[in-house]
């Protein structure tokens, strides 16, 4: 995880932690990922957390998983510590629209809180909301360099040729848990590089993943 060394100050710190991770047919997705990425949270943050309680929540939620059905369960670690564990049913369909816009409020690389999953996600929740109900599936964000970083809740990823680029952690983003599997898969190949909103005229797909909803095609629109 990439961490830039920033002085924080209080108001820097969340009030929570989270991860939203797939349960499907009593199996979590990618579990060891979502927990080792909390884990590296906690400890930047300095919160210590109660994973017996967290461990024994997400076992309640895969005893109310049902077969074929797709589960989003949502973990959430408060600063003092406390830990809730949540989950609803799914869908995973592709949606009906896929149109994405691109966001005119940058984002600063120098804030820590991007490069981790909390509840401060003001500017991303304003810009969601803005867009989609718009009819937008969802908003691309830049840095204040004009670098892509990311989307709402989702990584981007572009295919150029047969290659296929993400944005790199130190543009200012999540790095998400779909994003280094995707990383790590040999097929795949998925790389770093900085990307710019003109790279996306010129990729011959575009795509946002995360862990929850996959891989998913979108159209800058």
Same mark, same amino acid.
């Given at each position: 995880?990439?961490?830039?060394?920033?002085?924080?100050?209080?108001s820097?710190?969340?009030?929570?932690?989270?991860?939203?991770i797939?349960?499907?047919?009593g199996?979590?997705?990618?579990?060891?990922?979502?927990?080792?990425? @909390? %884990? /590296?949270s #906690?400890?930047?943050?300095?919160?210590k957390?109660?994973? +017996?309680?967290?461990? $024994?929540? @997400? %076992? /309640?939620q #895969?005893?109310?998983?049902?077969k074929?059905?797709?589960? +989003?369960?949502?973990? $959430?670690?408060?600063?003092?510590?406390?830990?809730?564990?949540?989950?609803?049913?799914?869908?995973?369909?592709?949606?009906?629209?896929?149109?994405?816009?691109?966001?005119?409020?940058?984002t600063?690389?120098?804030?820590?809180?991007?490069?981790?999953?909390?509840?401060?996600?003001?500017?991303?929740?304003?810009?969601?909301g803005?867009?989609?109900?718009?009819?937008?599936?969802?908003?691309?964000?830049?840095?204040?360099?004009?670098?892509?970083?990311?989307?709402?809740?989702?990584?981007?990823?572009?295919?150029?040729?047969?290659?296929?680029?993400?944005?790199?952690?130190?543009?200012?983003?999540?790095?998400?848990t779909?994003?280094?599997?995707?990383?790590?898969?040999?097929?795949?190949?998925?790389?770093?590089?900085?990307?710019?909103?003109?790279?996306?005229?010129?990729?011959?797909?575009?795509?946002?993943?995360?862990?929850?909803?996959?891989?998913?095609?979108?159209?800058?629109?």
């Amino acid at each position: 995880m990439f961490e830039p060394g920033l002085d924080l100050k209080p108001s820097d710190s969340p009030d929570a932690l989270i991860e939203s991770i797939l349960l499907k047919d009593g199996k979590y997705f990618l579990l060891r990922r979502h927990l080792n990425r @909390l %884990k /590296k949270s #906690a400890g930047y943050f300095g919160v210590k957390t109660d994973f +017996k309680n967290l461990k $024994l929540g @997400l %076992k /309640k939620q #895969a005893a109310l998983s049902k077969k074929g059905r797709a589960r +989003k369960v949502r973990v $959430l670690v408060f600063s003092g510590g406390e830990v809730k564990v949540e989950g609803k049913d799914i869908s995973v369909k592709k949606p009906a629209d896929n149109r994405v816009a691109i966001s005119k409020v940058k984002t600063d690389s120098s804030n820590i809180l991007l490069y981790h999953k909390t509840t401060k996600r003001e500017l991303y929740d304003s810009e969601y909301g803005k867009w989609s109900g718009k009819g937008y599936y969802d908003v691309l964000f830049t840095n204040e360099k004009g670098e892509l970083t990311e989307a709402h809740s989702s990584n981007i990823v572009v295919k150029i040729g047969r290659k296929y680029f993400t944005p790199p952690v130190k543009s200012g983003l999540l790095a998400g848990t779909y994003r280094g599997y995707l990383m790590e898969k040999p097929e795949f190949m998925l790389k770093e590089k900085t990307l710019f909103p003109s790279d996306l005229k010129k990729a011959d797909a575009v795509f946002l993943c995360n862990s929850v909803r996959g891989l998913r095609q979108v159209r800058v629109g």
